[in-house]
Structures are given as C-alpha cells and as structure tokens.
C-alpha cells in the first residue's frame, strides 16, 4: 500500500500563486507516475497534470499549460505543483496520484491523497 499527502493549499486571490506538495509512503520501492486530479464543485475530476518516474515526460491539460508547473523532488516519490496565475475557474480540491503504470485523463490511477482545497478568489 502507499499513502499520499498532500499540504500546500489554501486561498489565494486571482493571479496569485500556490505551491502543493505531495509524498508518498508506505510501498515506495516501486516507480510512480505521479500527478494531480482536481475536483471543483458539481463538476467532474478531471486530471490536471502528470509527470513520470524520471521526471522525462509530462502531462497537462490546456487550462492550466503555461500557468502550472510539475516536478519530482530530490526524494523521487514526492512531486510539487507549482500553480502561478490562478484563476477563479482553478478552484477546486487538488488530488495527488499515483500509479506504477499511469496518470491520465479517463483513468483511475492506484492511488489517491485525501484531497487539498484550492481557492482563487476574484
């Protein structure tokens, strides 16, 4: 089993930024793809962003592209989003996860952190 968690969020207003963290423990020997989901109120999860073991390859969703940020820490099973210009539209609770396969739109990956809320005021 791996337990993720999650600090970092909170509110900040429209065009400011935030910085989410994530780590993993428990069965960590294994290789993660890593990323966020988020949740925003009678909407649908949808995955925000992903990055893969080596750190090499990258995914994000048009919204956010230009604007967030993903990365590995020096501990590989940690991984941070670093979200500049937020938006009112970005808020919503940020999931961390975790998969030894995949992190993508459509998928449900193994591992879920118990969710962070993350509000851009206007």
């Known amino acids: 089993q791996v337990q993720l968690v999650e600090s970092g969020g909170g509110l900040v207003q429209a065009g400011g930024s935030l910085r989410l963290s994530c780590a993993a423990s428990?069965?960590?020997?294994?290789?993660?793809?890593m990323g966020w989901f988020r949740q925003a109120p009678g909407k649908e999860r949808e995955c925000v962003v992903s990055?893969?073991?080596?750190?090499?390859?990258?995914y994000y969703v048009d919204s956010v592209k230009g604007r967030f940020t993903i990365s590995r820490g020096n501990v590989k099973n940690t991984v941070y989003l670093q979200m500049n210009s937020l938006k009112p539209e970005d808020t919503a609770i940020y999931y961390c996860?975790?998969?030894?396969?995949?992190?993508?739109?459509?998928?449900?990956?193994?591992?879920w952190g118990q969710g962070t809320q993350v509000t851009g005021s206007s």
């Open positions: 996860a975790a998969d030894q396969w995949e992190v993508r739109p459509g998928r449900d990956p193994l591992y």
């Open positions: 990055i893969t073991w080596s750190g090499s390859s990258t």
């Open positions: 428990g069965r960590t020997s294994s290789r993660y793809v």
